[in-house]
């Protein structure tokens, strides 16, 4: 294990002893990720905002059953991918309106550096097409593809976290991608 993840070990098992506290300081370091993590799954802030919140109830109700076999990370995503999931059957069965901005479109992130602005509007565009394109894949597909990718976690680890074989995540990283790429070829012809 590395450092930060013997600091979380040592902090779960902290808030598993009483140390409420311990809570604050995991919530500091994962609170940002989970909820990117949360964003790109269910497309929507607020509803993300929402499962990034429970992710960490969930976190503190579980803490005396979270033992250190794999990495805290594995754990903490492990939990937020079941809500993700939880969330996204529910939308299935309960359709209504999306929200979107006044442009129709999710933004995700913002861009860090200072470009003209044609560059933001392209990168704009282009971020734009990519959140939808990644918004469409299946559920799967998506998970595996963001925890490797975006939070890049090993394909084991996600193996882990979504309760699947190595080969698995393999096979649905390849397929998220080629359909990403599918998608945004057409898009761009």
């Known amino acids: 294990m590395d450092e930060n993840t013997d ?17 604050n300081e995991l919530m500091d370091r994962w609170r ?20 990034t919140q429970e992710t960490f109830v969930r976190l503190y109700t579980g803490r005396h059953r979270y033992k250190a076999v794999a990495k805290f990370s594995t754990y903490l995503f492990h939990i937020a991918a079941n809500l993700a999931r939880s969330q996204v059957r529910w ?3 309960h359709p209504s ?11 995700h992130e913002a861009v860090d550096r200072n470009p003209t602005p044609d560059e ?3 990168l704009h565009e282009k971020a734009v097409m990519v959140n939808r394109a990644i918004a469409a894949l299946p559920v799967d597909l998506r998970e595996a593809l963001l ?43």
Do not use: I
């Open 7 to 23: 600091a979380d070990v040592l902090l779960m098992q902290r808030l598993a002893a009483g140390d409420d506290l311990a809570l």
């Open 32 to 51: 940002e990720r989970v909820a990117a993590f949360l964003l790109r799954m269910v497309g929507n802030h607020a509803t993300a905002m929402d499962l």
């Open 91 to 93: 939308k299935k069965r």
């Open 97 to 107: 309106v999306p929200v979107e901005d006044e442009q129709g479109n999710l933004v």
């Open 120 to 122: 933001a509007a392209a």
């Open 147 to 189: 925890l490797f990718t975006v939070e890049e976690m090993s394909q084991a680890d996600v193996a882990r976290t979504l309760g699947c074989s190595v080969k698995a995540v393999e096979l649905r990283v390849y397929r998220a991608r080629r359909e990403l790429r599918e998608r945004l070829s057409k898009e761009l012809s």
